[in-house]
């Protein structure tokens, strides 16, 4: 009886943080777009010269451009610095992933999307020094699926977290 008694008083055993089966998802989604990314841009590389036009459909085309700055061509030739920002920003999406406070699945899919955006241009930037941007539309500058990816995951976060207060709220009253 006093062995049980100590059992009880014992902590129970702490669980370290990892990925868990749950989580195969998150990166199942963020390597789907780190292999679309890729292989758009490899077929891109592939079909169109630098600069070449395809499928121009009035507001929206298909072009070859490269960009070695950041978002809106800001920070030109900054590919170190935009690679250590792509480091620290993926770290930070997966300790994300690991608070509880984004378990929502529409926060994680976001971050997942984010993830595999920065890793889908990090590439680009290790290989080459550049990004590569395809798709054009009038008054915009060119982007591609890890740019899409990453604009999409935000917008999912930001709206998760905005929306998930009034669900709260609404639960206590």
């Known amino acids: 009886m ?14 370290r943080p990892g990925i ?12 789907f777009i780190i292999v679309l990314d890729q292989f758009t841009k490899w077929f891109i590389r592939q079909e169109l010269a630098r600069g070449d036009t395809w499928a121009d459909a009035g507001v929206f085309k298909v072009v070859h451009i490269t960009n070695s700055g950041a978002a809106f061509g800001i920070l030109q030739n900054a590919g170190p610095l935009l690679a250590v920002t792509s480091l620290i920003g993926m770290v930070a999406i997966f300790i994300y992933l690991f608070n509880p406070g984004f378990a929502h699945p ?4 976001g971050l997942a999307l984010m993830l595999g955006g920065a890793v889908g241009n990090l590439i680009d930037r290790v290989r080459s020094g550049e990004v590569v941007d395809f ?12 740019d899409s990816a990453i604009t999409i995951g935000v917008l999912l976060l930001l709206w998760t977290m905005l929306r998930e207060p009034d669900k709260r709220s609404t639960a206590e009253s």
């Open 106 to 109: 529409f926060m994680r899919v």
């Open 135 to 146: 798709l054009k539309v009038t008054y915009w500058p060119a982007f591609n699926v890890a």
């Open 20 to 31: 868990r089966v749950r989580d195969g998802w998150f990166l199942l989604i963020a390597g």
């Open 2 to 15: 006093e062995d049980a008694s100590l059992r009880n008083l014992a902590p129970a055993p702490r669980r």
